[in-house]
T-cell receptor, first 113, second 119 residues
Framework: AQSVAQPEDQVNVAEGNPLTVKCTYS??????LFWYVQYPNRGLQFLLK??????LVKGSYGFEAEFNKSQTSFHLKKPSALVSDSALYFC???????????FGSGTKLNVKP | GAVVSQHPSWVICKSGTSVKIECRSL??????MFWYRQFPKQSLMLMAT?????????EQGVEKDKFLINHASLTLSTLTVTSAHPEDSSFYIC???????????????FGDGTRLSIL
């Protein structure tokens, strides 16, 4: 079965500093990987996806993610964090066979002024 | 872009009441929609897959008689929580994608969720 893991419940970073939110995956076959962000009392917003091609994927709001096949990781990154980036971030993988998405446990990002 | 609308955003009702939540795809057709439940500070739990014109597929442990799903058109799925009790209080979120084939690489687009509070 497909799965993703987010090892950090919370990440704290100062505004202006680079941020990384970690995600590792376990899939059979080629992975379709996604990152979403959730603000309080809202649904999830799509940030970016990796399907194939370049290992560095660029997405919305200045976020990017690096796909690393050997380490089975798909870490979310941003060169300079903003206070408004503070939110809950989810990594997800798509299961081909059952047309489902599996989500990680989520990482709360806190960006301090 | 693809927009999913969910209504209502907030419901407070008495124990024993049935509550209906609507999920609409506004600018695309969706043969499949998904319903999730999210507990505080936790991830999304997939409850069921809603299939247009056929029965929903429920995840293990989800009571299909408790959580009724209807997907009568290509743009609307509804989740009805029947005879709701305080333990059903939660945040419910739906999602859909413009493309739902098994090999689709499209992301899911989410509604803004419904906060359900049962007194």
């Amino acid at each position: 079965a497909q799965s993703v893991a987010q090892p950090e419940d919370q990440v704290n970073v100062a505004e202006g500093n680079p941020l990384t939110v970690k995600c590792t995956y376990s899939v059979s076959g080629n992975p379709y990987l996604f990152w979403y962000v959730q603000y309080p009392n809202r649904g999830l917003q799509f940030l970016l996806k990796y399907i194939t091609g370049d290992n560095l994927v660029k997405g919305s709001y200045g976020f990017e993610a690096e796909f690393n096949k050997s380490q089975t990781s798909f870490h979310l990154k941003k060169p300079s964090a903003l206070v408004s980036d503070s939110a809950l971030y989810f990594c997800a993988v798509r299961d081909f066979g059952f047309n489902k998405f599996y989500f990680g446990s989520g990482t709360k990002l806190n960006v301090k002024p | 872009g693809a927009v999913v609308s969910q209504h209502p955003s907030w419901v407070i009702c008495k124990s024993g009441t049935s509550v209906k939540i609507e999920c609409r795809s506004l600018d695309f057709q969706a043969t499949t929609m998904f319903w999730y439940r999210q507990f505080p500070k936790q991830s999304l739990m997939l409850m069921a897959t809603s299939n247009e014109g056929s029965k929903a597929t429920y995840e293990q442990g989800v009571e299909k008689d408790k959580f009724l799903i209807n997907h009568a058109s290509l743009t609307l799925s509804t989740l009805t929580v029947t005879s709701a009790h305080p333990e059903d209080s939660s945040f419910y979120i739906c999602s859909a994608s413009p493309q739902n084939g098994h090999y689709s690489n499209q992301p899911q687009h989410f509604g803004d969720g419904t906060r359900l509070s049962i007194l």
